[in-house]
């Protein structure tokens, strides 16, 4: 079946530090992958996404890119900021399956210091 | 902006009790959702929507039913509230036309069932 798997949180930095959040993915067909983001006490916004193989997302200083041979689409910042904090979602809609659904991780949570 | 508004953000009911959830979106966008989300486990979805009075299981619908009589609202219920339903509830729309793995969510509905 289709999944997504994240690392797992909570991930803790200090304010200009190097973001990566971990995600991996298995699908059959040709999936398109997303990151949402969800902001303390909001509902989840799309941050990126990606429709094909080695497509880059980029949105607000974030960056994923569509790795078809190790099914992975790892988040990324380079400076992060105390507003990035959030639980940021990997997800992705695989035309192959019988329904265009949207399939989740399970979110990791991303705190940062000042 | 598109807006997707949810009735109520906080909810208390009782084991038994008839629960309604309202969500309202503003964009005339033909697709609606309705999810779960849970520490650990991410989102699920539990119903949606491609037109006024047509529904589809999500992947949990059991416990869950849902009305689509108007376009721009859909509503979900719990005929009898149980502990396991205790959750945050996130409704989201799209439009037909859009990809879709590209939803518009609202800031969610925390229930609580005693």
């Known amino acids: 079946g289709n999944s997504v798997t994240q690392m797992e949180g909570p991930v803790t930095l200090s304010e200009e530090a190097f973001l990566t959040i971990n995600c991996t993915y298995t699908?059959?067909?040709?999936?398109?992958l997303f990151w949402y983001v969800q902001y303390p006490g909001e509902g989840l916004q799309l941050l990126l996404k990606a429709t094909k193989a080695d497509d880059k997302g980029s949105n607000k200083g974030f960056e994923a890119t569509y790795r078809k041979e190790t099914t992975s689409f790892h988040l990324e910042k380079g400076s992060v900021q105390v507003s990035d904090s959030a639980v940021y979602f990997c997800a992705l809609v695989n035309y192959g399956g019988a329904t265009n659904k949207l399939i989740f991780g399970t979110g990791t949570l991303l705190a940062v210091q000042p | 902006d598109v807006k997707v508004t949810q009735s109520s953000r906080y909810l208390v009911k009782r084991t038994g009790e008839k629960v309604f959830l309202e969500c309202v979106q503003d964009m005339d966008h033909e697709n609606m959702f309705w999810y779960r989300q849970d520490p650990g486990l991410g989102l699920r979805l539990i119903y949606f929507s491609y037109d006024v009075k047509m529904k589809e299981k999500g992947d949990i619908p059991e416990g869950y039913s849902v009305s689509r009589e108007k376009k721009e609202r859909f509503s979900l219920i719990l005929e009898s509230a149980s502990t396991n339903q205790t959750s945050m509830y996130l409704c989201?729309?799209?439009?037909?036309?859009?990809?879709?793995?590209?939803?518009?969510f609202g800031e969610g509905s925390r229930l609580t069932v005693l």
């Open positions: 699908a059959t067909g040709y999936p398109s």
């Open positions: 989201a729309s799209s439009f037909r036309a859009h990809h879709p793995g590209e939803l518009f």
